[in-house]
């Protein structure tokens, strides 16, 4: 192989997973439900041959709703939902579920962070009728 | 003379021992000097009480990698009175935290669930913040029979 071709390092992203209904009333409570493909290694255990596995951990949770339709002049503001710290006592690839209200229509946006530079942003939307 | 004194003085000094001990409340008896400290760290300047939540989760539990949690607070959700936060401590793992929560008067119900690691048998505390400052507390007690690995 030629020394000027490398093979970049792929991000792949995580599978995810979130329930949400796809329509709610106006005031009505909704449960979220996430859950994120992640090792959430620990960094207490060993591997077969001794070593240490590193700390691999998904950090942080954060959940933010952007209404869509925002009043004339004023620009979309983003209203925090819900948000979790996790460590290594949280199992294998996090799940978490929680709760809102929802007033209007607009696009829930689910970011994860984590060692190794981990972050991944998820959005799901939801229709007021 | 002196002497019968001295007894007295003994005696009730004893006695006013003994009571102190016995008026200790029963939740600071109950509750793990680690877990206690925790929940005093999270409450901060608030006494923490128990009471007004429920830590949801099987008493035994079969396999330690994914336990799944659910932790209810009695409140209405409304912007005058929420929850602001929940806090989940562990006594036994490697590290006693489990997990923070940060809720807001939006919620709408303060209910939030997950799936935790358990290295053994041991205590779990869940706390809840409320908007006036005040800490609730729920100690649940999980037997666990396969432990979550701390090694391989």
Known sequence: MSPSLRVLKINHMARTVITIPATAKRGEVIEIRVLIQHPMETGYRRSSEGAMLARDLIRRFSCQFEPLAAPANTPAKSEAVFSATLYAAIAANPYLSFHTVVNSSGVFVMQWDGDNGFAQTEHAAITVR | ?152
């Open chain 2, 1 to 152: 003379m002196t002497m019968t004194a001295t007894r007295r003085q003994f005696l009730a000094a004893g006695t006013a021992i003994t009571a102190g001990v016995l008026v200790r409340p029963a939740t600071l008896l109950a509750q793990d000097d680690a877990l206690a400290s925790l929940v005093k760290a999270y409450a901060g300047s608030a006494t923490p009480r128990e009471g007004r939540v429920k830590l949801n989760v099987a008493p035994l539990v079969d396999n330690g990698n994914s336990v799944p949690i659910e932790v209810v607070v009695d409140s209405p959700m409304t912007a005058t009175e929420h929850v602001v936060g929940i806090a989940v401590f562990n006594e036994k793992n490697p590290q006693h935290d489990v997990a923070l929560f940060v809720l807001g008067p939006n919620a709408g119900r303060a209910r939030v669930a997950t799936r935790i690691r358990l290295a053994t048998t041991q205590k779990l505390v869940a706390v809840a913040k409320m908007n006036d400052g005040s800490c609730w507390t729920h100690t649940v007690e999980v037997i666990v029979t396969l432990a979550a690995c701390i090694e391989d």
